[in-house]
């Protein structure tokens, strides 16, 4: 079964922003950035993906991959 993979974190470090500042200039509460970056969610609202893509200048497809096979690319390399 296929899985969604959120790669949050990897932009951040590459965009060099915290998570509280993220937050404030998403507008998005450290709570949920905190979530989004761990992947403890199981949905995310397209107004808070927008706000991301917007602070972060990157696309949905950035921060969200969909990996058919459901094995994250960091394990396979366990």
Known sequence: MGKI???LDRIMAERKISLKELSERA???NVNLSKI???KISA???STLE???EVLNCQP???LVYDPNG???DEESS
């Open 5 to 7: 993979i959120l790669y």
């Open 51 to 53: 706000a991301l893509c």
């Open 27 to 29: 507008g998005v509460s």
């Open 71 to 73: 094995i994250h690319e």
């Open 44 to 46: 995310i609202r397209f």
């Open 61 to 63: 497809g950035d921060i």
């Open 37 to 39: 970056k761990t992947g």
